[in-house]
């Protein structure tokens, strides 16, 4: 069974134990992926609002490391809380953990928690799936494209997810690199696993089923990490695990800084106008009897004539009083949530009038910046880049006999996504690692040279 006690390690993946001096191993975690190529390429990924020139906003790398910010911070606030609850109940090693480590580990898996999306955010990952759902029946080699993939292969590529994929990156010993992939501890990798289960147990209705957490091909690898903590399985056919407890707070620190921060952006980018975002983070702030808020108008009085420093203070102030309310939630619920009975959002679960008031906000940021213009056009432009390369390459990597231009093709393919010995499954997944790991420019100027839109320049 897990316990506060148990449901973490020092041991990596594909590597072992290694010693804890004089860096935790879960501070090399962090160390590793902010030094990788694949958390590099993210500055280049949209967030939500593309290529917006002069007027900085944020992109998935400022994302994620806001995101690991706010996790820090409530993986050092829980993990006080819990050697403060939990007293005797824990060891040395498990107080040593929570005072010491958790915050280490929920701040790795912030910044690693987006880096399995691809170019164009969803619109990317809806391309990748219709491409080979609107190609099931298309003939290759003699037979439909889709009976050559088993029912859960299949179900993995034409639902294309990406928090399976940042599972896939982290874990897959890609040719020519080391076995384990990043070798992250196991507490870090379970962490990220928002969506603990396969494709084929996905379930719109179940908030930790909605999407899929490994693809068939990562599949033992995750369940040697659920072994590893102590995950408990829900099912094992389709394999469903409860989740692990710290993907909470994770989840958490994503949900507060996008819901906070996206609202800010729209602000600079004049789609929210100011009396609307500064009045709508007023209520949410007004909703929470913590906050001083003759404090807050007076330091919103002194910063008259800058609306944009207005803001900032008070997104500072809403991500300070959501991760404290979280805080609250998790300890509330911490039983409940060790034994994954706890199925919903740290954030679904704090006070009402506070919940209504970011229920207020998010309606507001569907209507006005998910669906402005610019979102929908390069959604719309992403989605088309993104279906042309896949049609370029999938069936190049699959054809048993390529075509000269297929031939040409393929010669695309850096050296670490070859599977010439592999089933199309894996050929397949290939070219998916390739497309998704594209930054948005480099995706858009492939697709130029391949459509002969533009040539290659020589650098």
């Known amino acids: 069974m897990m316990h506060w006690n148990n449901c973490f390690s020092h041991g990596r993946f594909g590597q072992g134990y290694i010693s804890a001096q004089p860096r935790t191993p879960y501070e090399r975690d962090f160390d590793r992926l902010i030094f990788s190529a694949a958390f590099r390429r993210l500055q280049d990924k949209t967030q939500v609002f593309p290529l917006p020139g002069p007027i900085l906003v944020h992109n998935r790398l400022t994302h994620s490391l806001e995101v690991a910010s706010v996790g820090r911070s409530l993986g050092k606030l829980v993990g006080e809380k819990l050697v403060e ?204 009897a913590r906050e001083n808020k003759e404090r807050i108008h007076s330091t919103l009085k002194e910063l008259e004539g800058d609306t944009r420093e207005q803001l900032a203070y008070l997104r500072a102030k809403c991500i300070n009083f959501l991760a404290l309310s979280c805080v609250e939630v998790f300890i509330s619920n911490r039983n409940e949530i060790l034994t994954g009975m706890y199925n919903r959002s740290l954030i679904d679960g704090i006070e009402p009038a506070s919940l209504a008031a970011l229920e207020a906000i998010n309606k507001v940021t569907v209507k006005k910046i998910y669906n402005h213009e610019t979102v929908v056009k390069i959604e719309l432009a992403g989605y088309e880049v993104m279906s042309a390369l896949l049609q370029s390459f999938i069936p190049a990597v699959l054809h048993q006999s390529p075509s000269h231009r297929e031939k040409k093709v393929l010669k695309l393919l850096p050296a670490q996504f070859g599977t010439d010995d592999g089933s199309p499954y894996d050929k397949a997944l290939s070219v998916i690692d390739f497309i998704s790991g594209m930054t948005d420019s480099y995706a858009m100027e492939l697709y130029k040279n391949l459509r002969g839109i533009s040539l290659p320049t020589h650098t």
């Open 85 to 288: 609850v939990l007293g005797t109940e824990l060891n040395e090693a498990g107080k040593h953990f929570y005072t010491a480590d958790l915050s280490s580990v929920v701040a790795a898996a912030c910044l690693a928690h987006d880096i399995g999306n691809p170019s164009f955010g969803h619109s990317g990952e809806a391309a990748i799936s219709a491409y080979f759902i609107q190609n099931g029946g298309s003939l290759l080699d003699g037979q439909p494209l889709q009976q050559h993939f088993s029912a859960a292969e299949w179900q993995d590529i034409t639902h294309f997810e990406g928090n399976a994929n940042a599972f896939r990156i982290l874990t897959h010993p890609y040719a020519n690199r080391q076995k384990g992939g990043y070798q992250l501890t196991y507490t870090t990798l379970a962490s990220i696993a928002k969506y603990p289960c396969e494709s084929l147990a996905t379930d719109p209705k179940l908030l930790h089923c909605k999407k899929y957490g490994f693809f068939q091909t990562e599949k033992e690898s995750f369940m040697e990490v659920a072994q590893v903590l102590g995950m408990q399985p829900q099912s094992l056919e389709p394999l469903v695990y409860h989740r692990h407890p710290f993907v909470f707070l994770v989840e958490a620190a994503d949900d507060i800084c996008y819901r906070v921060i996206d609202w800010e952006d729209a602000h600079r980018l004049g789609i929210i106008d100011s009396d609307t975002a500064i009045g709508m983070f007023l209520e949410l702030l007004g909703s929470s």
